[in-house]
């Protein structure tokens, strides 16, 4: 008999838990990810060994609540090829319903892909094709990694 309300106690506890485990995610805001794209590239010096870009990015939140972004790593793709990747541990909020942008330096050593991508940079109103791949992590306890693979142009 108390072996019977010991095992019975055990899966009421598992139930208990179980069920505040489930009524926790329900509490938990609907959260849909945040859109990155590049609003911008530029040149800003080159060599022959390495060039150094200026990429600015442009986060947008859909969300009801701040983002709170802590650093994101990432692939740029520029015109099919791969441009270069980082890492950037600037934090910054990106509001409710709200885009911020900032920017961050690729330092490369592609030089085919440059002689390729370079005439469409100096092209004013040529649009150019970028693929952007990465992650983004934030200080929300409920979800510290988001990440993308966004698709695009842009105009210089």
């Known amino acids: 008999m108390a072996i019977l309300r010991t095992k019975t106690r055990q899966a009421a506890a598992a139930l208990l838990g179980t069920a505040l485990i489930c009524g926790c995610a329900g509490l938990a805001p609907k959260f849909e990810h945040p859109r990155l ?16 870009l200026r990429v600015r ?37 990106v509001p409710a319903h709200g885009e911020a942008e900032f920017e961050v330096l690729m330092t490369t050593n592609l030089a085919p892909v440059l002689f390729k991508v370079m005439p469409h940079l100096k092209e004013t109103g040529y649009p150019i094709e970028y693929h952007l791949v990465g992650k983004v992590s934030t200080s929300l306890m409920f979800l510290r990694s988001i990440p993308f693979d966004e698709r695009g142009t842009f105009q210089r």
């Open 37 to 52: 794209s590049v609003a911008g590239i530029e040149m800003k010096d080159a060599s022959l060994s390495e060039q150094h």
């Open 57 to 93: 990015l442009r986060v947008y939140n859909p969300n009801t609540v701040a983002l709170p972004i802590e650093g994101i790593s990432y692939t740029v793709d520029v015109a099919g090829e791969e441009l270069g990747r980082g890492v950037t541990a600037d934090s910054f909020t």
